[in-house]
């Protein structure tokens, strides 16, 4: 039930408005004093509050002023029922913080029409306030969720192999979190094994199939698994675990101490190979993403290249072609190819890679980042 205060050194209208506001449901308690109003509204908790302009013991517009800091986020509107109706009265009445003005005499069907208004807004702040405490306590909670995640997912990429002069990776997120992994581990046989996928759309969505294929990486790391049952198992995976709308582009590829590269690609962008001569090669991706086919249609036959003295392999997900720069210019094919060819002919893996870094952010410049950026630059330790 809606409680109203009223406050008002006139027994008769007291007796009024108790009157008018009962027929609509609402209980109301009655004060005559300044001390009493602030007593009652501290210990009665009104939803709304009658007032004169004159009250015993203090004025009524100190009394608006008092009520309504002890109101803190609650809203409850102050109305004013007043025999002094000059402008200069109201004007002062809504500058304390009046939310309404009725001249005394007033007519009952009118006061009932302005309760119910101010009964409404009560209910709607009531209704809003609720929502918000929801819209708070949801949001507390998907922070919390994202900062488990966060742990979760930074904890197993440290398992990754750090930048070095044989490798450097580059991960640079939309949202949040980022769809793209990449992933670099030697084996025991001293072959270098690597993933770089590419999750459909970005933030913690994208991330979903980051964990189990993970963790079946570094298995098939430790297990000395060969590339092509390695796509197989994660393909088994992310088909049953991810929805129909999700996929992940990837490559998975081993290179030996020699350079001898043996690579499975499906629905990534071609790979780049600086050559040391400056040509550029490619590592074409020729499968269909992984988690779109079942295990008896999916193609898990492998293709190879080699890296030579000076080679550079360079992969890139399709947030570093379709970079859009102010003027909504993608950065595409062809000048991603010069920007490779330029920056990798250093001869220090990890200068290559912060040259390439500041010029992609040089021509985002201050437009969004509409998807998560991964590049992958490796080079063979034995050359």
Known sequence: MMKLLCVDSEPVYREIISLCAEKEGVKVKSVASYEEAILAFENYAPDIVTLDVIVKGGSGYDLVKKLKALSGSRFVPMIFLASHTADSVMD??????????????????????????????????????RKNKALTYYQTMIEREHEMAHHVLDHIQ??????????????LSAASFNGDLALVKTRADAARLVFVGDFTGHGLPASIGALPVMQTFFDAVDDLVCVNELAVRINRILFSILPDYMFCAGYLILMTQEGEITYWGGGMPNAFIRRSNSSVDYLQSNHMPL??????EFEADLQSNKLNAGDTLIIVSDGVLELKNCHEEMLGDNKVKTLISNAYAEKSLITAQQIIEQQLAEYLGESEQLDDITLVALRSPCL
């Open 92 to 129: 002062k009445c809504f500058k304390a913080g009046a939310d309404d003005f009725i001249p005394k005499p007033f007519n009952e069907v009118l006061f009932n029409i302005r309760l119910k208004t101010h009964m409404r807004h009560v209910e709607l702040m009531k209704e809003m306030y």
């Open 158 to 171: 440290t398992r990754s192999e750090k930048n070095s002069e044989q490798v450097a990776i580059t991960r």
């Open 291 to 296: 988690g779109i086919l079942s295990a008896t």
